[in-house]
């Protein structure tokens, strides 16, 4: 089941997303936070670093490169200045360290960073009708970007 | 569906043509190098604006920096040549108007206001101003219905419409180079901005943003290929090259709400009301630069 699963992650990644059967990932709300990180994986089935790197680079999912530069996508024109370069990031934190980031960077950083919480739903207020109650990333998009991110070595 | 800022307009035809584009990309990804605003003038016309000008008490910064420091040399220079400028084409569309009888009241705005270079000389440079009938601000906009509806027996304007558009462009651009300046002892001013100014701190929509998150704290850096200014309304209508249009305040901040992943309030209702006058307030000492241009 899990094997499966993992096989079609890697080839159509929208399928993916909704694969994750419901009920099976840790609410955004239930995500346990110790020593800014996150040691459990959210759902159990092992990311993705390919549909991985798809999320971080979509403007409509991750759109971490609004923020992020990376060296590794020299071949996207324009990487923001807003956050560090994530050069190296792999080497710098640890999984579940990327994963408390990932998931909710206020709970890391504190309240005060721009960084948006991709699994939280500690988010502003007037949230679009169409966004309300939902997270920007499934459990399974932050497991799969979390497994790119730990590629991004020194 | 429209792209705004966040998840980002297709890089312009022209840009990506030249192979510049891409060395510009990585000079930005990888060494920020242009991060600064640049330390030039601009004048108009041979008139010098104020781009950077004290800021007010309580701002976090020093100085308050006119939209026009943090664009590209291609952009900066359209704003600053009038014949090049392609919101100047609003300006003469908005002194027709001006000029066209309209409505049952057989009046033109020239009929009783005559010459606007007389008439409305500077007064743009302090709008949003208190309106004792509505108790509420109003903006040029509002007050140009205001005169349609009560003077020349005509509905209001829709919003955003070319007409709208460009008879505000025009009244805006007799203040050119004219500081902006409130008066917020009027009627309810202060209350107006103190809402404003709650409102701009206010983190909104699934992002989480407040227009502080990205005109305050991230001002000088880069949020994709977009050099963030200090976000301020000076230049407004501006003219947009990315849309190839003119662009009213209350759209460019409808715009940067969406982009929040917030319910976009309407235009000039009271939550854009209070930002503007907020807004303006934030940009005290810098010129009116109407029709500025923006990428």
Same mark, same amino acid.
């Given at each position: 089941?899990?094997?499966?699963?993992?096989?079609?992650?890697?080839?159509?990644?929208?399928?993916?997303?909704?694969?994750?059967?419901? !009920?099976?990932?840790?609410?955004? #709300?239930?995500?346990?936070?110790? #020593?800014?990180?996150?040691?459990?994986?959210?759902?159990?089935?092992?990311?993705?670093?390919?549909?991985?790197?798809?999320?971080?680079?979509?403007?409509?999912?991750?759109?971490?490169?609004? %923020?992020?530069?990376?060296?590794?996508?020299?071949?996207?024109?324009?990487?923001?200045?807003?956050?560090?370069?994530?050069?190296?990031?792999?080497?710098?934190?640890?999984?579940?360290?990327?994963?408390? $980031?990932?998931?909710?960077?206020?709970?890391?950083?504190?309240?005060?960073?721009?960084?948006?919480?991709?699994?939280?739903?500690?988010?502003?207020?007037?949230?679009?009708?169409?966004?309300?109650?939902?997270? $920007?990333?499934?459990?399974?998009?932050?497991?799969?970007?979390?497994?790119?991110?730990?590629?991004?070595?020194? | 569906?429209?792209?705004?800022?966040?998840?980002?307009?297709?890089?312009? !035809?022209?840009?990506?043509?030249?192979?510049?584009?891409?060395?510009?990309?990585?000079?930005?990804?990888?060494?920020?190098?242009?991060?600064?605003?640049?330390?030039?003038?601009?004048? $108009?016309?041979?008139?010098?604006?104020?781009?950077?000008?004290?800021?007010?008490?309580?701002?976090?910064?020093?100085?308050?920096?006119?939209?026009?420091?943090?664009?590209?040399?291609?952009?900066?220079?359209?704003?600053?040549?009038?014949?090049?400028?392609?919101?100047?084409?609003?300006?003469?569309?908005?002194?027709?108007?001006?000029?066209?009888?309209?409505?049952?009241?057989?009046?033109? %705005?020239?009929?009783?206001?005559?010459?606007?270079?007389?008439?409305?000389?500077?007064?743009?440079?302090?709008?949003?101003?208190?309106?004792?009938?509505?108790?509420?601000?109003?903006?040029?906009?509002?007050?140009?219905?205001?005169?349609?509806?009560?003077?020349?027996?005509?509905?209001?304007?829709?919003?955003?419409?070319?007409?709208?558009?460009?008879?505000?462009?025009?009244?805006?651009?007799?203040?050119?180079?004219?500081?902006?300046?409130?008066?917020?002892?009027?009627?309810?001013?202060?209350?107006?901005?103190?809402?404003?100014?709650?409102?701009?701190?206010?983190?909104?929509?699934?992002?989480?943003?407040?227009?502080?998150? %990205?005109?305050?704290?991230?001002?000088?850096?880069?949020?994709?290929?977009?050099?963030?200014?200090?976000?301020?309304?000076?230049?407004?209508?501006?003219?947009?090259?990315?849309?190839? #249009?003119?662009?009213?305040?209350?759209?460019?901040?409808?715009?940067?709400?969406?982009?929040?992943?917030?319910?976009?309030?309407?235009?000039?209702?009271?939550?854009?009301?209070?930002?503007?006058?907020?807004?303006?307030?934030? !940009?005290?000492?810098?010129?009116?630069?109407?029709?500025?241009?923006?990428?």
């Amino acid at each position: 089941m899990k094997f499966a699963k993992t096989i079609f992650a890697g080839a159509i990644f929208a399928l993916q997303a909704a694969a994750a059967p419901a !009920g099976e990932a840790v609410p955004p #709300d239930q995500v346990k936070f110790e #020593d800014f990180a996150v040691a459990e994986s959210l759902t159990g089935v092992p990311g993705d670093p390919q549909a991985g790197a798809e999320v971080f680079r979509d403007r409509g999912l991750g759109n971490c490169l609004a %923020c992020h530069a990376n060296s590794a996508m020299e071949e996207e024109l324009f990487h923001g200045t807003v956050g560090p370069s994530l050069d190296g990031v792999g080497s710098r934190w640890e999984p579940a360290q990327l994963r408390a $980031i990932v998931a909710d960077a206020k709970k890391v950083f504190g309240e005060e960073t721009v960084m948006p919480g991709f699994y939280s739903l500690n988010v502003g207020a007037n949230v679009a009708k169409d966004r309300v109650g939902q997270t $920007i990333l499934t459990a399974q998009q932050v497991e799969d970007v979390v497994a790119y991110l730990a590629t991004l070595k020194e | 569906m429209r792209r705004g800022a966040w998840e980002g307009l297709p890089v312009r !035809g022209k840009f990506a043509a030249i192979g510049a584009g891409v060395l510009v990309a990585s000079a930005l990804a990888f060494s920020a190098v242009q991060a600064e605003p640049v330390d030039e003038t601009l004048s $108009i016309d041979g008139v010098e604006m104020t781009t950077r000008a004290k800021a007010q008490e309580g701002l976090p910064f020093d100085e308050v920096l006119s939209g026009w420091l943090f664009r590209e040399a291609e952009t900066r220079q359209l704003e600053a040549d009038s014949f090049e400028n392609p919101g100047m084409l609003y300006v003469e569309r908005g002194e027709e108007i001006w000029n066209t009888v309209e409505g049952p009241a057989g009046q033109s %705005c020239a009929s009783c206001h005559g010459d606007a270079a007389e008439s409305m000389a500077g007064i743009a440079a302090h709008y949003p101003k208190w309106d004792a009938d509505s108790q509420r601000p109003i903006n040029i906009e509002l007050r140009i219905d205001k005169c349609r509806v009560e003077h020349m027996g005509l509905e209001p304007y829709k919003f955003d419409s070319d007409d709208q558009k460009a008879l505000t462009t025009y009244i805006k651009h007799q203040s050119l180079g004219e500081p902006v300046n409130l008066d917020l002892a009027e009627g309810d001013m202060q209350s107006w901005w103190e809402r404003g100014k709650e409102r701009y701190y206010l983190r909104t929509g699934q992002l989480n943003f407040a227009c502080a998150s %990205c005109h305050e704290a991230n001002s000088g850096l880069y949020i994709r290929a977009d050099h963030l200014s200090q976000g301020q309304a000076n230049g407004f209508p501006t003219y947009r090259l990315k849309q190839a #249009d003119m662009v009213s305040l209350h759209n460019r901040l409808r715009g940067c709400i969406r982009d929040t992943r917030a319910e976009t309030p309407a235009a000039f209702s009271d939550e854009l009301m209070a930002l503007e006058v907020y807004l303006t307030w934030r !940009g005290t000492g810098l010129s009116v630069e109407t029709p500025a241009v923006r990428q």
